[in-house]
C-alpha cells in the first residue's frame, strides 16, 4: 500500500496535538487516581472505584499507543533532530507515571485492603501530595515545549511534593508497625503505601530529567 | 568558444568546483549537520542559486578583483587559477583552513609581481581589509540576529514542534539566499581572472539574453555546482569545531553569513549607500569561510561569557594562521608555475601594456 503523504504543516499539527493528547491524559489520570483512592477510602471498593480503574486502564493503554507513535514519527521525519530524544525520555517518564497510577490502583482493586479509619486522612493525603506532583510534572512538560526556562518553576513545586509525600508515608508506616494491627496486615497496608510513595519518586525522577531538558533547549 | 580558451578554462572550473565542495558547507553545512535538512535538499537549492547569483549578480565583485591585477593573456588567467586551485586542495588534504578568495588574490599578485605590474596599493589594502571586516561584521550580524530571535522565540513561545518546522523552512530560505550571496560574490573567484582576456560574444537563448561576461560566469556556476554535490562530507562537520551549534543557531549563522556576502556584492545596496550620502561598501568577493568563522564567533559571544568559553580558541588561532598563510602560499606558487608555463611551456602568461597618455 502506498504510504500516505501528508503536509509538513498538518504533520506537525498532528504531532504537536498528540503531545498535547499525551499531557492531558496523565493529568487527568492523576485526577482519576486522587478520586478513586478518595472515593476507596471513602466506601470501599464499589462500581465508582471500579470506573474509575477502567479509566485509568484506558489512559495507560492510550498513553502507550501515543507515546509510540509520536517516537516513531519523530525519528522517521527526523524532527526536533536535537532534542528527540529527550522529548522520547520525557514521553517516557510520563508512560511510567501512567503505568504506577493503574498498578496502584490494581492492587487496591485486588487486595481491597482495609484501612483503619485512623489512617484516612494520612492516606488521603499522601495520595493527593503524589497526584499533584504528577500533575506539576504534566505542567513542567507543557512548559518545556514552549517556554522552557519556566520549566523550573515547576520543577521545585515537584521536589517539593515528592518530599510532602515521602514525609507522609514514613509517618504512615511508622504509625502502622506501633499500632496493634496484625503483621499480615501491617505489611500488606506498608506496601500499599509504598507504591503510592514510589509514584511520587517517578514524578521526581521525571521532573531532575526535564530541569536538565529545559536548560538543554534554553541553549 | 574555441578549444584552447576552453582547456584554459579548466583550471578556472576546478577552482569552481572545489570551492562548491568546500564552500557550499558555509552556506548549507550547519542545516545539514544538525540534520534540519537532507543533503540532496540542500545541494540541489544551492546548486540552482549558486548558478543563479552567479549569471545575474557576478558582475559587482568580479570588477572589484579585476581591479587588483587585469590578467591579459589566457596562460597567465589560466596559471593564477591554477595555483589559486593547488593552494586550496593542498591547504584542504592538510586539514587546514583555507579560503578561496585569499588564494586568488595571493595568486593575482604572483602574477602582478612576475609580469611587473605594479599592484595598487588602494585596491590591495581594500581587499585585505575585507578579510578583517568580514568576520567582524559576520559576528556583529550573528549577535543581532540571535538577540532578535532570541526574543521573538521568548515573546511567541511557539511550540518545540512549530519552532522546529519554521526553522526547517528558515534554513532554506536563508540557505538560498547564500548560495545566491555566494553564486554572486565568488564567482570573482572562479573565473574573474579569465574576464579581460576572455573573448566570449553575447547569445541569445529564448527571450533571454546573456553577455559574454554572463557565458563565463554560467560556466564557473556550473562547475561550483558541480562541486557542491561532493560537499556532503564537510557539510556534516562544519560549525562544530568551533563551537556547537544547535539549530535556531546554525540558522542565525546562515543568515549572517548570507548577509556579509550580499552586502560586499549587491551593486543595489551600493546605490542606495551612495543616493543616501553614506560610505560605499566596495564591492569584492569576500572569504564566506571568514564570514562563517566570524558568524560562529558571535553567536558565541551573544551567550555571554558561556557562550565565549566554549570557544575552542585553538581551532580559531590555526584557523587565523591559514587565514595569514594562505595568500603568501599562493602568491609563490602562481609565481613560480608562471616563470614554468611561459619558459617550459611557451605559453604567453601576460601581454606588455604600452603606457600612453591621454590627449
Known amino acids: ?75 522517521t521525519e527526523m524532527l526536533l533532530p536535537d532534542t528527540s530524544g529527550d522529548v522520547l525520555g520525557l514521553l517516557s517518564s510520563l508512560d511510567r507515571l501512567l503505568d504506577d497510577m493503574e498498578h496502584c490502583l490494581e492492587v487496591v482493586r485486588i487486595e481491597r485492603p482495609e484501612i483503619p479509619p485512623e489512617y484516612h486522612d494520612g492516606w488521603l493525603e499522601c495520595a493527593t501530595m503524589a497526584a499533584e506532583a504528577v500533575e506539576q510534572v504534566v505542567a513542567a512538560a507543557r512548559s518545556y515545549f514552549r517556554d522552557p526556562r519556566a520549566a523550573r518553576d515547576y520543577v521545585h513545586k515537584i521536589h517539593y511534593y515528592e518530599k510532602e509525600t515521602q514525609r507522609t508515608a514514613l509517618q504512615i508506616i511508622e504509625q502502622l508497625f506501633q499500632s496493634d494491627l496484625g503483621l499480615d ?9 509504598w507504591l503510592i510513595d514510589r509514584l511520587a519518586d517517578k514524578a521526581d525522577d521525571a521532573g531532575d530529567a526535564l530541569a536538565i531538558y529545559a536548560v538543554k533547549r534554553s541553549v | 568558444m574555441d578549444l584552447t580558451f576552453i582547456i584554459f578554462l579548466s583550471s578556472g572550473l576546478l577552482l569552481g568546483w572545489s570551492l562548491g565542495a568546500n564552500d557550499a558547507a558555509n552556506v548549507f553545512g550547519t542545516a545539514v549537520g544538525s540534520r534540519m535538512l537532507r543533503f540532496h535538499v540542500a545541494a540541489v537549492v544551492c546548486a540552482v542559486f549558486v548558478v543563479l547569483g552567479a549569471v ?7 570588477h572589484g578583483l579585476g581591479r587588483l591585477g587585469e590578467i591579459n593573456a589566457l ?73 532578535v530571535t532570541e526574543y521573538f522565540i521568548r515573546v511567541v513561545k511557539p511550540h518545540a514542534l512549530w519552532l522546529d518546522q519554521w526553522t526547517r523552512i528558515g534554513f532554506l530560505v536563508a540557505g538560498a539566499l ?13 573565473v574573474g581572472v579569465f574576464v579581460p582576456a576572455s573573448d566570449l560574444e553575447s547569445i541569445s537563448i529564448g527571450a533571454v539574453t546573456l553577455t559574454g561576461q554572463q557565458r563565463l560566469f554560467l560556466l564557473g556556476g556550473l562547475a561550483v555546482a ?39 556584492s549587491s551593486e543595489l545596496l551600493q546605490t542606495s549607500l551612495m543616493r543616501l550620502g553614506l560610505p560605499r561598501i566596495p564591492l569584492i568577493p569576500v572569504s564566506s569561510s571568514q564570514a562563517v568563522v566570524g558568524a560562529v564567533c558571535g553567536l558565541a559571544i551573544a551567550h555571554g561569557w558561556r557562550g565565549a568559553r566554549q570557544i ?4 580559531l588561532r590555526n584557523i587565523a594562521l591559514g587565514w595569514l598563510a594562505t595568500p603568501a602560499i599562493a602568491a609563490l606558487i602562481s609565481y613560480v608555475a608562471l616563470y614554468f608555463v611561459q619558459n617550459v611551456f611557451q605559453q604567453p602568461v601576460y601581454q606588455p601594456v604600452i603606457a600612453s597618455l591621454g590627449m
Do not use: C
Request: aromatic fraction near 10%.
Open chain 1, 1 to 75: 500500500m502506498a504510504e500516505l503523504k501528508i503536509s509538513p504543516f498538518r504533520r506537525t499539527r498532528i504531532l504537536a496535538s498528540q503531545i498535547d493528547e499525551m499531557l492531558d491524559i496523565v493529568s487527568q489520570a492523576a485526577l482519576a487516581f486522587r478520586h478513586a483512592i478518595g472515593h476507596y477510602i471513602r466506601s470501599g471498593w464499589d462500581e465508582t472505584a471500579e470506573v474509575k480503574y477502567r479509566q485509568l486502564d484506558e489512559f495507560e493503554s492510550r498513553g502507550d499507543k501515543l507515546r509510540s507513535t509520536i517516537g516513531q514519527t519523530l525519528y
Open chain 1, 185 to 193: 496486615r501491617k505489611l500488606q497496608l506498608r506496601g500499599h503505601v
Open chain 2, 56 to 62: 545575474v549578480s557576478g558582475a559587482g565583485a568580479s
Open chain 2, 75 to 147: 596562460g597567465g588567467s589560466f596559471t593564477v587559477a591554477l595555483a589559486a586551485a593547488v593552494t586550496v586542495y593542498s591547504m584542504t588534504k592538510l586539514g587546514l583552513p583555507v579560503s578561496t578568495t585569499q588564494a586568488v588574490v595571493g595568486g593575482i599578485v604572483g602574477w602582478n609581481l612576475f609580469s611587473h605590474t605594479a599592484t595598487d596599493p588602494a585596491v590591495l589594502t581594500k581587499i585585505m581589509g575585507t578579510w578583517i571586516a568580514a568576520p567582524i561584521l559576520g559576528g556583529l550580524f550573528a549577535v543581532v540576529l540571535y538577540r
Open chain 2, 178 to 190: 547564500g548560495a545566491y550571496s555566494l553564486g554572486a560574490n565568488n564567482i570573482a573567484n572562479v
Open chain 2, 226 to 264: 558541480a562541486g557542491v554535490f561532493f560537499s556532503r562530507r564537510v557539510m556534516m562537520t562544519v560549525g562544530k569545531n568551533i563551537v556547537t551549534v544547535g539549530p535556531v543557531g546554525g540558522w542565525v549563522v546562515v543568515v549572517a553569513h548570507s548577509l556579509v556576502l550580499f552586502v560586499f
Open chain 2, 312 to 315: 575552542r580558541w585553538s581551532v
